[in-house]
């Protein structure tokens, strides 16, 4: 089934642990979108990429990186985690057409 | 900057009462405006859309008005039931391919 996917559900790390949350869409879409969010709060855009090898820092500043090698590949990494980075981060894809988001299940990491 | 304001943030009424949400967008570039619904602990979930040539959508109980020169658009939700409770999400799409979100609405619906 075409859809977005996004793993691990759910990751508790220790600090300064290095981590990676993958996404993949299998959509054909060209634009993916990390968002953060705590429950029921507001959609903060970390990063985003309109293609292969294009990505672009959003508008929460973040310590993350992502990377763009394949179309339906749009993994975020945390060098060294924070128990400040504990949140919920949804990944995002959009098709050409200006056609609303699909959004991932989502992986709520905890620091401790 | 871009910038979308929602109102109010939360909202409470009673089963079958009507409930309405505001937003308000800056960049007068934007031409498509979706509605997202977020249930606890689950993924938000696009419930409708309308595109700028359009004034008002409507999909069942849900509708959708758009006011292109106050630059307003409002999520109307008729005959509320418990599970429409949720937290939604107005969003403006602007040239820069990136939607704008409001700061959400929490929805309750008691029965």
């Known amino acids: 089934e075409a859809d977005i996917y996004q793993t691990p559900r759910y990751l508790v790390i220790g600090t300064g642990k290095k981590i990676t949350l993958e996404c993949s869409q299998t959509m054909g879409h060209d634009k993916m979108y990390w968002y953060q969010q705590d429950p029921g709060m507001e959609l903060h855009l970390i990063h985003y990429?309109?293609?292969?090898?294009?990505?672009e820092k959003g508008d929460l500043s973040s310590e993350s990186t992502v990377s763009r090698i394949r179309t339906e590949h749009f993994p975020l990494t945390l060098e060294s985690a924070r128990p400040s980075h504990t949140s919920q981060y949804l990944c995002a894809s959009r098709g050409i057409g200006g056609s609303g988001y699909t959004f991932g299940s989502g992986t709520r990491l905890t620091v401790v | 900057g871009e910038n979308v304001e929602q109102h109010p943030s939360t909202l409470s009424v009673q089963e079958g009462d009507s409930a309405v949400i505001k937003c308000t967008y800056s960049?007068?570039?934007?031409?498509?405006f979706p509605w997202y619904k977020q249930e606890l602990g689950k993924r938000p979930q696009l419930i409708i859309d309308i595109r700028s040539n359009v004034g008002e959508k409507k999909d069942q109980r849900i509708a959708v008005t758009l006011n292109k020169t106050a630059k307003h658009f409002s999520l109307h939700i008729t005959e509320t039931q418990p599970e429409d409770s949720a937290v939604y999400f107005c969003?403006?799409?602007?040239?820069?391919?990136?939607?704008?979100f409001g700061q959400g609405t929490t929805l309750q619906v008691k029965p």
């Open positions: 969003a403006a799409l602007g040239n820069t391919g990136k939607l704008i």
């Open positions: 990429s309109y293609g292969v090898n294009s990505t």
């Open positions: 960049d007068s570039a934007s031409n498509y």
